[in-house]
């Protein structure tokens, strides 16, 4: 009960959402933030371009770790690796 009590304390936003690239970060992501901001739910949603092989910043794992949901945007450049392994 008490970690239930510490972890909501903690708790910075009710919803992570984690996407990778500009494919849509000012499409699809944006408009399902706004959606969600508009029926109250708060979002984080990180501003900061992370380049691949980067380490994630403290604030970024806190954001995370203290959302009650996280919400992943799958994406064709998502999981994307270099040569194209992951397209058909």
Not at 15 to 20: A, K, Q
Request: aromatic share 10%.
């Amino acid at each position: 009960m008490a970690a239930a009590a510490a972890s909501s304390s903690q708790r910075c936003s009710d919803v992570f959402l984690s996407f990778r690239g500009e494919d849509t970060r000012n499409n699809f992501t944006a408009y399902f933030d706004q959606e969600l901001r508009t029926q109250r739910i708060d979002c984080f949603i990180d501003e900061e371009k992370i380049e691949r092989d980067k380490a994630i910043s403290p604030a970024l794992v806190a954001a995370t770790e203290n959302s009650m949901f996280s919400i992943i945007v799958l994406s064709e450049d998502y999981a994307h690796l270099p040569g194209g392994a992951w397209r058909s």
